[in-house]
C-alpha cells in the first residue's frame, strides 16, 4: 500500500481545477469500477482532470512520489487497464466535451467522452464517427486500439478518420500530433494503443450517416448451426460495403421483445446485418438469405442510428464479468464451422458467445503501413471469444472455454496475434504477433522518443528501445 502525506496530496489539489479522489472519497468506488466487474483495482488517487494542465499536473505528482500511472477513458479496456493497484488514475471522465463543424464534417472529442455522447453531438447535424457497437465504450481507448463497428466496411476504422490528437506526454508537454505535426507520433496513435501519452482531444473526419438505418436480425437455432454458418459464409462477402454485419455466433436468444417468448434462451447464432442505404436496398440483402436453413426468428425495422449504436449494450452491460481473447480469421472454413458449433454447445454461461465483425471494404482500402493497427488489412472476420456472466464461478469456467477454443481456431487463423482491444490477458508475445516484426519495431523507437522511461505501460505495452 502506498501511503501518501496530507500535505502531497494538499499540494496536487492546488496544482488543478479537477478533483483528487482517495480511499476516503464518497464517489471513490464508483470511480474506480470498470466495465469489466472482475476487475478490483484500489489505486492510491484518482485525479479527475478537466484540461490538459491537470494531466501534467498529476504525471508531474506521480514521478514525485514514485507512483504508477494509468489512463481512464470509458474504462472499457476488459484487462482493466485503466485502474493501476496502487497508482495513481489519470481520469478524464470529466473531459468530455464534443464540438461539432457540420460545414467542415469534422468534430473534436475529449478524451473521456463515451460513445454516446460521441454519436449525440454528431448526429444532431446527421453525421457519425465510425467507431465501436457499446454506447458506454471510451472513445479514446477504442480509437487508439483501432476501432471497428457498424461503419467500419463503408469508412474503415476510428483510427483511419482520425484527424488528430492533442496529447499530454509523460514529461508534461503539450503537443498536437496530425499528419503535418510530429507525424511519426499521429502514426503510433493510430492503433498503438496508449504507450505514447495521454490524448486529451481527438479531432476526427465525419460522414453522413442516418439519422435513420434499417437493421435485421437473423437467428438460427444450433440444430441447423452449420448450414447457418455456410450461409452466412456465402452470403456475407458479397454484401455491398453500405451494410454493416455482425454475426452473434453461439448467442443465446436474448429475452427481447421481438424474440418469441418460447424462443427466449435458444442456443443458435445470430446475423445482424445494419443497412445505410434505403429500404429497398436492405431488402434487397435479407433476401439473399433466403433459401436457406429455417430461421427461428428475425426482426427487420428501421430505426435511429443512435439506437443502433446502444442495441447491443444489454449484451454487454457495464459491471458484467468478462473474459475475451480476440483472433483474426480469413475465412469460415468448414473446420472452422465445426470447431465453433462443437465448442459452443459446452459454454457454461448464456451469455458467453462469440461476437464476430466482418473486414472488408474500406477497412481493406487503406494501406498496411498507413497507421500502427496491428491486425492485417485483408478481408476476413475479427472474432472475440467472450466470456460473460455475473457468476464468478461461470466466469472461471468459460475462461478455460475461451483459452481452449483460442488454441483449437489458431492453426486457421491469420497468425498468432490478435486485436489489441480484445486482449483481457495482455501477453508479450501476442502483442508482437499482432503488430508483426517491422511494425513493432517502428512502434517502439517512436516510443523511445515520446516516453522513454515507459510511463504508460498499462496497455498492450510496447516497450521503448534505443534508436
Not at 494538499?10 to 472519497?25: A, K, N, Q, T, Y
Not at 496502487?86 to 471522465?93: A, E, I, K, N
Not at 470529466?94 to 472529442?109: L, Y
Request: overall charge negative; charged content about 20%.
Amino acid at each position: 500500500m502506498t501511503w501518501l502525506t496530507d500535505r502531497a496530496v494538499g499540494s496536487l489539489r492546488e496544482r488543478i481545477r479537477g478533483d483528487v479522489l482517495g480511499p476516503e472519497h464518497p464517489e471513490y468506488d464508483a470511480a474506480r469500477s470498470v466495465a469489466n466487474g472482475a476487475i478490483d483495482h484500489r489505486p492510491a488517487l484518482l485525479v479527475r482532470c478537466v484540461e490538459p494542465a491537470d494531466v501534467a499536473a498529476a504525471l508531474s505528482f506521480a514521478r514525485d512520489e514514485h507512483l504508477e500511472v494509468s489512463v481512464r477513458g470509458g474504462g472499457h479496456n476488459p484487462a482493466g487497464a485503466a485502474v493501476c493497484p496502487d497508482g495513481l488514475v489519470v481520469d478524464l471522465t470529466a473531459m468530455h466535451a464534443v464540438t461539432v463543424d457540420p460545414e467542415a464534417r469534422t468534430a473534436r472529442c475529449g478524451g473521456g467522452a463515451t460513445l454516446a455522447q460521441l454519436d449525440a453531438a454528431t448526429q444532431a447535424h446527421g453525421l457519425a464517427v465510425p467507431a465501436g457497437t457499446i454506447s458506454h465504450t471510451g472513445v479514446g481507448g477504442l480509437t487508439l486500439g483501432g476501432g471497428m463497428g457498424w461503419l467500419t466496411r463503408q469508412h474503415g476504422l476510428t483510427v483511419d478518420n482520425l484527424l488528430g490528437a492533442e496529447v499530454v506526454l509523460a514529461n508534461g508537454t503539450l503537443v498536437h500530433a496530425s499528419a503535418e505535426e510530429n507525424p511519426d507520433l499521429f502514426w503510433a496513435l493510430r492503433g498503438g494503443g496508449g504507450n505514447f501519452g495521454v490524448v486529451t482531444a481527438f479531432d476526427f473526419g465525419l460522414h453522413a450517416v442516418g439519422p435513420e438505418v434499417h437493421v435485421g436480425v437473423f437467428f438460427w437455432d444450433m440444430s441447423v448451426g452449420r448450414e447457418a454458418m455456410e450461409l452466412i459464409r456465402e452470403v456475407v462477402p458479397t454484401l455491398p460495403p453500405r451494410h454493416s454485419v455482425l454475426v452473434g455466433i453461439g448467442l443465446n436468444a436474448p429475452p427481447e421483445p421481438f424474440v418469441p417468448v418460447e424462443h427466449r434462451g435458444k442456443l443458435g447464432h445470430a446475423l445482424i446485418i445494419g443497412g445505410f442505404g434505403g429500404a429497398e436496398e436492405h431488402a434487397a440483402a435479407a433476401a439473399l438469405l433466403d433459401g436457406g436453413p429455417p430461421r427461428l426468428f428475425e426482426m427487420r425495422t428501421p430505426l435511429p442510428y443512435t439506437h443502433l449504436q446502444s442495441m447491443l449494450d444489454d449484451a454487454s452491460p457495464y459491471g458484467i464479468l468478462d473474459y475475451e481473447k480476440g483472433i483474426p480469421i480469413t475465412e469460415l472454413s468448414d473446420d472452422v464451422i465445426a470447431l465453433l458449433n462443437e465448442y459452443l454447445r459446452r459454454k457454461t454461461s448464456p451469455l458467453t458467445f462469440c461476437p464476430t465483425f466482418r473486414l472488408d471494404g474500406a477497412f481493406t482500402e487503406v494501406d498496411e503501413d498507413a497507421t500502427a493497427y496491428g491486425s492485417p488489412r485483408e478481408p476476413g472476420y475479427m472474432m472475440g471469444l467472450t466470456a460473460l456472466t455475473f457468476d464468478p464461478e461461470e466466469l472461471v469456467a468459460d475462461t478455460a472455454w475461451v483459452r481452449a477454443l483460442w488454441t483449437e481456431l489458431l492453426p486457421h487463423a491469420v497468425g498468432p496475434g490478435g486485436y489489441v482491444n480484445f486482449m483481457t490477458e495482455i501477453e508479450k508475445d501476442r502483442v508482437r504477433a499482432s503488430y508483426g516484426p517491422e511494425k513493432y519495431q517502428r512502434l517502439a523507437r517512436i516510443k523511445s522518443k515520446y516516453d522513454p522511461e515507459n510511463v504508460f505501460h498499462r496497455n498492450a505495452n510496447v516497450a521503448p528501445v534505443a534508436a
